[in-house]
């Protein structure tokens, strides 16, 4: 089935540092999502992207959908403590269906 | 706006018992879709009900496990009997069309 490669799995970082994340597969999707979970609560989606090169920016979030339409990025820019929580991307493949093929997540912490 | 709730926060059972967890999706939202996340691994969808008709199971693991969304407003996910592995968090989600709104989730423990 299709998988999603994360990396990397945790960061350890100090506040006010950027931070940037991926996620890879083997086929193509035709949507990518990031989700951020925060501990006890759901995923909360932070940034959808439509487009092959599309780049969306949400506030110190950036985040693009790869060329190849097989690859994503989320950086984070001037990290603060509440950015602490694990991120997931997520994708949709192709076809009419709306399941979410998920990553395994890269868990943050922030040093204030 | 309420958002998507999922009851109970928590389940501990033993191996063998039945567990029922209930979502209810954000009001108006057709899509509900459920997930689960095994400590370790990644989420993974179970199924998608659009209203009352399920769209999409190719995620049930097996015939352990029975959802179901009478009238399509809230749904259920039985689980019988329960097995060690069906520990996790079970995510319910809904949409009105692409964005899913996700519950807190109920994290399951099978003794």
């Known amino acids: 089935g299709q998988q999603l490669n994360q990396s990397p799995q945790s960061m350890f970082i100090q506040e006010g540092e950027d931070v940037s994340m991926n996620c890879t597969s083997s086929s193509i999707f035709n949507t990518w999502l990031w989700y951020k979970q925060d501990p006890g609560e759901g995923p909360v989606l932070l940034i959808a992207?439509?487009?092959a090169g599309e780049l969306t920016s949400n506030g110190r979030l950036t985040a693009q959908f790869g060329t190849t339409r097989k690859d994503s990025f989320l950086n984070i820019s001037a990290s603060i403590p509440s950015d602490v929580g694990i991120y997931f991307c997520?994708?949709?493949?192709?076809?009419?269906?709306?399941?979410?093929?998920w990553g395994l997540g890269t868990s943050l912490a922030v040093n204030p | 706006e309420a958002g998507v709730t999922q009851f109970p926060s928590h389940s501990v059972i033993e191996k063998g018992q039945t567990v029922t967890l209930r979502c209810d999706p954000i009001?108006?939202?057709?899509?509900l879709y459920w997930y689960r996340r095994v400590m370790g691994k990644e989420i993974k969808f179970l199924l998608h009900f659009v209203k009352e008709s399920k769209q999409d199971e190719s995620g049930m693991p097996n015939n352990r496990f029975l959802a179901e969304r009478t009238g399509g407003t809230y749904s259920t996910l039985k689980v019988q009997p329960a097995e060690l592995e069906d520990s996790g968090v079970y995510f319910c989600?809904?949409?009105?069309?692409?964005?899913?709104?996700f519950g807190p989730g109920t994290r399951l423990l099978v003794l």
């Open positions: 009001s108006g939202h057709d899509n």
């Open positions: 992207l439509y487009k």
């Open positions: 989600a809904s949409s009105l069309e692409e964005t899913q709104y």
């Open positions: 997520a994708g949709r493949g192709a076809g009419n269906n709306r399941k979410l093929i």
